[in-house]
């Protein structure tokens, strides 16, 4: 079928979709959702048998629904409607939660139901919940939606608030008074949940020192006691605030008002105010965490879950000596974990953007992100495995290929390619890692594409070794039986030999480090040439200012009918 998405963004969600439903032959193409014009100029030009919308922010327009089939996709449970769904599913501490497949008609959220999902809810950000439950529970009710479409004979079913097997209602959108932490009579268990809702966006709305702050990234801290709603410590980038039966980190806020108004790790935002709060170095008993090390049989496995995947000059840093510490244990293989809804996004583009020289910051932050790749590229004291638990883009991507190898969670998604980021060249040693695990073709189709890429087409171009279960818990076990039978495997000795021999080979016909100044000296070019196209990328992405237009990659119709049949 020819499948039109029109959708406010090409997030995570619509990206997996994107890839399931051209993985069953659908001819699939996209429009941002700019302007009710520019949307039925889109319908115009493609024709689609059906348009789904995967994230709307909008209604869509009468003379569109009216005339042809439209699936919104709602993050909320049979008859739930409104724009804050799961935000007041984490606040009302829901233990279920579902979505909806409606069709489009005159009321938002209130069409007949062609398809639903429902999953457990966990204890997590808003932004969490989404990248995984959510997800999951939409492409499987999607697919169910379309293949009834296809089928012709489902009658889609209306939302009757009678029927008592409706159990959701219209809910507003959540404002920030609801959101607001009262510190004297709130207990660590509801603050979480205030902020979990409202992160990734919009933040929760608070007063730290006098200023007007939002509030994301939280932990709970297991240790450090203090009186409630003060800061009592700083760990990393973080800061520990004391509730009134425990305290709880916070990683990231946002100042509206300041030069820099998106979010940055709070010590940077309170740089001022906190000069004189104790340090505390992150354990498993206390801090913020965001890399840890555990270690099994012969095992050793780094966690690394940084706050939307984004790896900063230091955080790289930290993690390279991590790693370092990793290796010098006496085990035999290292699974470099990322984190659940990430592995890695590569350079972290909002501290770039708020540094005094965002070119000086890129260069360090890429050379940074090198150092690790190289540190992984020649271990010889073990064997390697990035394991993907969650999405990677850009440099994310390929410093996972630097491992022995690469094992993904089913349901991911890669955006293996540089090129959306105004141009950039990339490094991470793609230019030696690529043409090792896939042929000349397959990389230029990698890197120029700028398509996301599900795990099917990663592993039929080499850029994973393996795909195991797209259950979340499952694969974490899957991932741990099958590192232990790495390391036990008769054959481990022979394969660490075979790696160290073949890294001299390729040492000696070229160096790392000629390549590693290949791709800096592009890089360069991107971060101080002529062609400011990079930091002009940056800023769009940071500040978020919505697109003009949709791509050409993947509005396929606005690109010539020649190019449609190919697709
Ligand atoms: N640096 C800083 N923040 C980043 C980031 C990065 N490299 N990558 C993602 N984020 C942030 C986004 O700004 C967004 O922030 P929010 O919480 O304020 O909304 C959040 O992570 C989620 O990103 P989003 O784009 O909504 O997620 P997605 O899963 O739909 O898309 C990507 C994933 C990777 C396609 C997209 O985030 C991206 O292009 N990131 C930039 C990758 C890059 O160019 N890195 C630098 C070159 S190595």
Redesign the pocket.
Known sequence: MRILFLTH???????RLFVELKKLGHVVSVEFDINDTVASQAVELFQPELIIAPFLKRAIAEDIWRKHNCLIVHPGIRGDRGPSALDWAIVNNETHWGVTILQANSEMDAGDIWATGEFTMRRASK?SLY?LEVTEAVVEAVLLAVSRFQGGTFTPEPVDYANPAIQGRLQPLMLQPTRAIDWQQDNTAIILRKIRSA???PGVADELYGRKLFI?DAQPEHSLRGKAGEIIARCGGSICRATIDGAIWIGHLRDKSASHP??LPACMVLETEIADLPEIIADKDTGYQDIWYEQEADVGYLHFPF?????STQQCQRLLQAYQQACRQNTKVIVLMGGP??WS????????EASDSPADESWC??NA?DDLAMEIINTESQLTIAALQG??????VFLARAADAVWAREGI?L?PH?K??GN?Y???YWTYLLPHYTTEENARHITQARL?MGTDEALAVGLVDAVFTNNFSEFIQTIKQQALEMATDSGYARRLQQKKRQRQIDEKQKPLAEYRQQELARMKQNFYGFDPSYHI??YN??Y?VPKSRTPMTIALHRRKNADLQID
């Open positions: 963004a090409f997030n995570s969600l619509s990206q932004a990248h992160d990734g966006f994301y998106f979010k706050y939307n995947g984004a790896m809804d990430y996004n590569g350079m972290h583009l909002n501290l770039i932050n890429i992100i999405n990677a883009g850009a440099g994310g998604i955006n540089y959306d980021m950039l990339g490094s991470e996301p990328a940056r992405f940071v978020k």
